[in-house]
């Protein structure tokens, strides 16, 4: 392992796994690599060029898989209320709150879009899976989402964060269970939970039905305890997680007169660490493998002994010989819900059961 401090087809489309497939027994080495480093917040185009730089870097020590932060196109509004809880005033368009979510809904990207396009050629040209945290823009909502590519430069899918926290139910919709994917492919069953949604027992437990095997979890949440959360996961899930967090200064949001930045006291200075990263790779054991960094911008990787799963489900598989469905189950409803649904359409063309890649 090693802790890297950042400067900066024609074949099928890979399949979402199907509901308890199992587990490959592959002793395969994978080489992963989580970036902490911070948007350019409000400049979508430049985060881009940011993110290929950190890609080329990642792949250049032989990475295989890249996952980044929550939020990482678009940006986390860290320290911006949006006016709520100050002086939102719902009958004023002017009001400074909304004139703030409106440049936040500039920087967000629509999925498919000729972002996710960029994004989907940068895994191409370095030859890696991609896992990549954006907001996302569906009409005039936004979302929290995870994008996933391959290294044929492909955009497999999407997850969109299920249950948003605190302030951030004010400036992004509600995923569904149609966005939750496993996607089967020659590293492993990968697959994502976004921050606070981690803490969902049911939702983890949904992707451990899908056999996740290496767990990705993009967060904003730095503080010590997450650690735990981690660790937990990686152990309960038999899987490797990989965590994912910007590090950043509040000299990487716009300045004063641009961005309100509310909950910390006074105005902090430039230099003000306003979020210190955390970000880690934990094994199927519970060991440590990389991380956690919070000493700034990383690409923090972890060579990961995919035998070493097998190893960890011999004591302990959360939905095999651990479980026990004859007093315990658990029911996932993944079909996608509309707010509008026409008939004639559906009648034409049903709709898909999942974002996820098509099933073989």
């Known amino acids: 392992m090693a802790l890297v401090p950042s400067g900066s087809g024609s074949a099928p489309v890979i399949a979402e796994v199907e509901m308890n497939g199992g587990a490959d027994p592959s002793a395969a080495t994978v080489r992963a690599t989580v970036v902490q480093a911070s948007t350019v917040f409000y400049d979508t185009p430049a985060t881009l060029d940011k993110a290929e730089r950190l890609i080329a870097e990642a792949a250049g020590y032989g990475s295989q898989l890249v996952?980044?932060?929550?939020?990482?196109?678009?940006?986390?509004?860290?320290?911006?209320t949006f006016g709520f809880g100050i002086s939102i005033s719902i009958t004023n368009p002017r009001d400074k709150g909304k004139g703030e979510f409106q440049k936040y809904y500039?920087?967000?990207?629509?999925v498919p879009g000729p972002e996710v396009t960029r994004l989907a050629a940068m895994?191409?040209?370095?030859k890696v899976f991609l896992v990549m945290g954006v907001i996302e823009r569906e009409g005039y909502t936004l979302y929290c989402s995870v994008l996933f590519f391959d290294p044929l430069g492909r955009y497999l899918g999407k997850h969109r964060k299920l249950m948003p926290t605190a302030l951030e139910r004010i400036i992004w919709g509600f995923g569904d269970g149609s966005t939750i994917p496993v996607y089967d492919t020659p590293l492993g069953k990968i697959g994502a939970l976004i921050c606070w949604e981690n803490k969902m027992p049911l939702l983890r437990t949904a992707l451990y039905g899908k056999g996740i095997e290496i767990y990705?979890?993009?967060?904003?949440?730095?503080?010590?305890v997450w650690q735990a959360s981690m660790t937990h996961i990686a152990m309960e899930g038999g899987c490797f997680v990989l965590s994912a967090n910007q590090f950043c200064r509040r000299k990487d949001y716009p300045p004063p007169s641009e961005?309100?930045?509310?909950?910390?006291?006074e105005e902090p200075s430039p230099d003000t660490v306003v979020c210190p990263g955390g970000s880690v790779i934990i094994s199927p054991s519970g060991e440590v493998l990389a991380g956690p960094n919070y000493d700034g911008e990383a690409l923090i990787t972890a060579d990961l002994d995919m035998g070493e799963i097998?190893?960890?489900?011999?004591?302990?598989?959360?939905v095999g010989?651990?479980?026990?469905?004859?007093?315990?189950?658990?029911?996932?409803?993944?079909?996608?819900?509309?707010?509008?649904?026409?008939?004639?359409?559906?009648?034409?063309?049903p709709a898909a059961k999942s974002d996820g890649a098509a099933k073989p």
């Open 67 to 80: 996952v980044f932060p929550e939020a990482f196109v678009g940006g986390y509004p860290r320290g911006s």
């Open 106 to 110: 500039a920087a967000a990207i629509d």
């Open 123 to 126: 895994a191409g040209k370095y």
């Open 216 to 224: 990705c979890a993009p967060t904003a949440d730095s503080r010590p």
């Open 259 to 265: 961005y309100a930045f509310a909950g910390l006291g």
């Open 310 to 318: 097998v190893r960890a489900k011999f004591d302990f598989d959360v």
């Open 321 to 349: 010989h651990y479980a026990r469905p004859e007093v315990l189950g658990l029911v996932v409803d993944d079909q996608p819900h509309r707010p509008v649904f026409f008939t004639s359409a559906a009648e034409k063309a």
